[in-house]
């Protein structure tokens, strides 16, 4: 097959002509990844309707592939069911993680037929055979154990959350299968016993609700600050001192910006009742764009206080996902600020519903949310110009307190902004925010480097994978000079592209090779789904201990399974981006970085995972693995001193 041709990742000026449709670069990409839906192939080589049709009509009847299902259109790789022989049902060593494991996987595979566990597998059986027969040369089926063994790599002890794979072993067991799923509940319990399933495959239970809010007043231990952030510290405060201050805070990613800021915060709430008692003015608006993030600033506020003598008592909200949902229920809570200082932890969405009026009560609540916030946060704050914070900014400056505003953020810049000026978002942020506060005086002008140098931070050691894969961004285009939506745009070209079976076996030989030293931790970031459940299963066959999470493994299993990468139980832990934020795992050795991108934010995101120094219960130094894609000349640097003179007379 010819080599791809170069693929346009963004849209024609209104002047080019438009490109041919380069079929066979498609038809390639088919076979690599197993299908393609026609959104996917429209978005990434920006075809029309009239080209897609064109396409449709040169591929429909090509012997490798075939139409897509009704409702995703676009294309499947044709699976060729090779006959099964007798030889190739001596299945490969799996590393199963318990006795318990390796039970189910026996059990599946005596219960299911090949065909039940191939259609259960839905995508991932298409690349696992593309993974065989690379390692192996020849293409066959996979065993029913191997088969199995993957499903549960997939699942885990949610397996039978799975309405199908619940229905297809109850019909092969010859019982019920509830048509609800309710796990560690005692109808999950009685059907995993009633299949012949190990008990806990009937799922951990839901931990119990955290409220809605809390009344906090005392007593936990934590550790002092250190100096470098007791810096930081006393100019936060400064700022907070002042009318309608503003300045974005700034540490190095493991550092405890979080800790920093809610210490400030405690003290600064504590001084500002003391002084006013009730009233307005003692309401801090905590904003934060995942639900992890949020979850993470909560337990930092709870942690503090009950940490703290001599504090304000003060109301701790979860406002946020399904926490504090039923504004009429709280009603009479949320609209009662003035009678204590009370911190809301929220999403940007949450608050915008608010201001859009989209939910009954909204109106008193913002009401009184805006009319006694003295100070709002907003972590991760390189996206502050993004138009739901903005708008929130631009709601509260209104109104006749003028709330303090501070940003947090490990990367104090926005070069993904507007086109033809790299320095535009990072004015952006200067122009929001004002002025920034770092340890300067204690750390000087190379903080990470200092931090290093102490020990908080561990040293990043780089290293390369070199691939065969080519990943090309478009001809003439600048990767360190574009705006948000061509960033997004051309990542998601590169993680479709980056996700093929060549590629994939080539870090598999690496990790391999990484994880024969007994004390090594490693955090695989994957460019698809896919991708990162298919390595997880691969390094299992490979006798290492590996575990798979995405934004669809329930919170609960996930915690478990965070749990057991961080007791070393697991020993390798593969995710497609779920664990750039709002995630922490000290003593992790190595970071693998096969999800390319071309966003200095989000690579600097998951280096940081890595970067957590010995003081600070991490490692002396840790290993960034980058793979050589030809998509990009240089490693984006770490820290922001290409924008420090932006910062620099401001600070």
């Not at 072993?169 to 299968?177: G, N, Y």
């Not at 992890?292 to 304000?312: G, I, M, P, T």
């Not at 926490?323 to 003035?338: A, P, V």
């Not at 770092?438 to 002008?445: A, H, K, M, S």
């Amino acid at each position: 097959m010819p080599e791809p041709r170069q693929m346009t990742l963004l849209p024609p000026t209104a002047s080019a002509t438009p490109p041919r449709v380069p079929v066979h670069d498609i038809l390639r990409t088919v076979l690599d990844r197993g299908r393609l839906t026609k959104d996917e192939i429209r978005l990434l080589w920006d075809l029309t309707e009239e080209q897609y049709a064109a396409l449709r009509e040169e591929l429909d009847h090509h012997r490798l592939i075939e139409p897509g299902p009704r409702g995703t259109g676009g294309f499947v790789a044709r699976f060729h069911r090779a006959p099964r022989r007798a030889e190739d049902e001596a299945s490969p060593a799996i590393e199963f993680r318990s006795a318990a494991e390796a039970a189910a996987a026996d059990r599946l595979a005596e219960l299911l037929t090949h065909q039940e566990l191939e259609s259960l597998l839905g995508p991932l059986l298409y690349t696992l055979r593309r993974a065989r027969r690379q390692l192996s040369g020849e293409d066959r089926r996979g065993t029913k154990p191997e088969l199995a063994a993957a499903l549960l790599t997939q699942h885990a002890i949610d397996l039978f959350s799975v309405p199908d794979i619940r229905r297809a072993v109850a019909k092969r067991a010859r019982v019920d299968a509830p048509g609800r799923w309710h796990p560690g509940k005692a109808t999950a319990l009685r059907f995993v016993i009633e299949c012949g399933f190990p008990e806990e495959y009937a799922g951990i239970p839901a931990a119990e609700t955290p409220p809605d809010f809390e009344y906090l007043e005392g007593r936990v231990d934590l550790p002092p600050l250190q100096d470098f952030q007791k810096e930081v510290q006393g100019k936060l405060r400064t700022v907070l001192a002042r009318p309608d201050g503003r300045a974005i805070v700034t540490l190095p990613t493991g550092a405890g910006k979080t800790r920093v800021a809610v210490d400030t915060i405690r003290d600064w709430l504590t001084e500002r009742f003391a002084e006013r008692g009730t009233g307005a003015g003692c309401t801090v608006l905590w904003l934060a764009h995942t639900e992890e993030l949020c979850e993470q600033a909560y337990a930092c506020f709870r942690d503090v206080w009950l940490a703290s003598s001599s504090v304000c008592p003060v109301l701790l909200f979860r406002f946020w996902g399904q926490y504090t949902h039923d504004l009429q229920r709280h009603r009479e809570t949320l609209i009662t600020l003035e009678q204590r200082p009370t911190v809301f932890v929220s999403t940007p969405h949450r608050i915008v519903k608010l201001i859009d009026r989209r939910a009954q009560g909204s109106a008193d609540v913002l009401d009184a949310l805006m009319g006694h916030t003295g100070l709002v946060v907003i972590d991760e704050a390189h996206r502050a110009a993004a138009p739901s914070y903005e708008r929130i900014v631009d709601e509260f400056a209104r109104t006749d307190l003028k709330p303090n505003i501070i940003g947090l953020t490990a990367t104090p810049f926005r070069e993904e902004y507007a086109p033809n000026d790299p320095i535009a978002g990072t004015v952006a942020l200067r122009r929001l925010f004002r002025t920034i506060v770092e340890p300067f005086d204690t750390l000087g002008e190379e903080p990470r480097v200092a931090l290093q140098e102490r020990g908080y931070l561990s040293r990043p050691q780089f290293g390369v994978i070199k691939t065969d894969t080519i990943l090309r961004t478009p001809l003439g285009v600048d990767i360190d000079n574009l705006t948000e939506d061509e960033i997004d745009r051309i990542d998601y070209a590169l993680k479709i592209r980056a996700d093929k079976p060549e590629r994939r076996l080539a870090i598999l030989d690496s990790l391999v090779d990484i994880c024969a030293t007994p004390d090594a931790l490693v955090i695989y970031f994957g460019p698809t789904v896919q991708d990162a459940e298919c390595m997880a299963f691969l390094l299992r066959q490979r006798g290492i201990e590996a575990a798979f999470v995405s934004g669809a493994t329930r919170d609960v299993t996930r915690r478990k399974i965070i749990g057991d990468f961080k007791t070393g139980h697991v020993q390798v832990l593969c995710n497609c981006e779920v664990l750039t934020t709002g995630f922490d795992a000290p003593k992790v050795t190595h970071v693998v970085m096969a999800r390319p991108t071309v966003s200095q934010v989000l690579y600097e995101q998951m280096v940081g995972r890595g970067l957590r120094g010995e003081r600070f219960g991490g490692t002396a130094t840790c290993h960034i693995i980058d793979l050589e894609d030809n998509y990009r000349s240089d490693r984006p640097q770490l820290g922001y001193q290409r924008f420090r003179q932006i910062w620099k007379r401001r600070r």
